[in-house]
Nanobody
Framework: QVVLVESGGGLVQAGGSLRLSCAAS????????VGWFRQAPGKEREFVAA????????AYADSVRGRFTISRDNAKNTVFLQMNSLKPEDTALYYC???????????????????WGQGTQVTVSS
């Protein structure tokens, strides 16, 4: 069992920045790939970014590439999502999710992630 807790969301103006954190407890965090997903009202959950178990591989949605950066600190059992140049369309509930995997590759499919946090709200005003 892995318990994930997101933090760092909030209200920010367009063009601003936020850094989300995903803190993990439970099993060996360094054995897990972690993804960030988001869901806006009335829309389906979508992939944002992911990082493999040791940080050697990352993936981004086209809509955030170049603006968002995912990273991890396995010593602190935490994954970060640095979000810059935020846009109103980035407004959503952001979730982190964990998947046991020691592979280099990364999954963008939410169905492959077994553990989920409760989400943190990000609101970007225009």
């Amino acid at each position: 069992q892995v318990v994930l807790v997101e933090s760092g969301g909030g209200l920010v103006q367009a063009g601003g920045s936020l850094r989300l954190s995903c803190a993990a407890s439970g099993r060996t965090f360094s054995n897990y790939a972690v993804g960030w997903f988001r869901q806006a009202p009335g829309k389906e959950r979508e992939f944002v970014a992911a990082i493999n178990y040791n940080g050697g591989s990352t993936a981004y949605a086209d809509s955030v590439r170049g603006r968002f950066t995912i990273s991890r600190d396995n010593a602190k059992n935490t994954v970060f999502l640095q979000m810059n140049s935020l846009k109103p369309e980035d407004t959503a509930l952001y979730y982190c999710a964990g998947k046991f995997s020691l592979r280099f590759g990364i999954s963008r499919q939410s169905s492959e992630y077994a553990y989920w946090g409760q989400g943190t709200q990000v609101t970007v005003s225009s």
